[in-house]
T-cell receptor, first 110, second 118 residues
């Protein structure tokens, strides 16, 4: 039973446009959410996070939105750049454990 | 280097063979995690250390999996009598934080060890 789901395995976006990556969760005990970026042959890198008491967190080109009632979060990247092409994982925290989604591969075309 | 390192980067094992995967965390990092990432999936939690104490091993899939961090620095994940379903990338992560948000905001991953069991 997947508690964190990323339903789109891949996304293709034109350079300069907005990329929107989505994530759904089922466990209402999750109170902290994170996005990671992963390049091939490297480990995931922390990107941005949001606490369950907030509905938005912004850091430069990256914004994470949280809709607790829908148990849904999204990552917006604007403007998208070719260097953003990677696999993006959302993760949710309860206690000492992180639960990851399956990832979405983002391809930003020049 | 200053990051988390893992060795070997690639390991091919015959079914039934024992393997040992090593993680060198960032110097001074108290917390250390092991994750298993199957092909096309996200990382799955295996176990968590704070210094030399293994505080959570609830994610270890069977008693064939064993992890240790005897001196609170380097950690080894050992898999006995490997099976084909053990084929995955094994990720290690370390953090200077010990609780709350700092535990994950400051979490750095190594490049992983890709284990293939034939």
């Amino acid at each position: 039973d997947q508690q964190v789901k990323q339903n789109s395995p891949s996304l293709s976006v034109q350079e300069g446009r907005i990329s929107i990556l989505n994530c759904d969760y089922t466990n209402s005990m999750f109170d902290y959410f994170l996005w990671y970026k992963k390049y091939p042959a490297e480990g995931p890198t922390f990107l941005i996070s949001i606490s369950s008491i907030k509905d938005k967190n912004e850091d430069g080109r990256f914004t994470v939105f949280l809709n607790k009632s829908a148990k849904h979060l999204s990552l917006h990247i604007v403007p998208s750049q070719p260097g953003d092409s990677a696999v993006y994982f959302c993760a949710a925290n309860a206690g000492n454990m992180l639960t990851f989604g399956g990832g979405t591969r983002l391809m930003v075309k020049p | 280097g200053a990051g988390v390192s893992q060795s070997p980067r690639y390991k091919v094992a015959k079914r039934g063979q024992d393997v040992a995967l090593r993680c060198d965390p960032i110097s001074g990092h108290v917390s250390l995690f092991w994750y298993q990432q199957a092909l096309g999936q996200g990382p799955e939690f295996l176990t968590y250390f704070q210094n030399e104490a293994q505080l959570d091993k609830s994610g270890l899939p069977s008693d064939r999996f064993f992890a240790e961090r005897p001196e609170g620095s380097v950690s080894t994940l050992k898999i006995q009598r490997t099976q084909q379903e053990d084929s995955a990338v094994y990720l290690c992560a370390s953090s200077a934080g010990t609780s709350g948000r700092a535990l994950y905001n400051e979490q750095f991953f190594g490049p992983g060890t890709r284990l293939t069991v034939l």
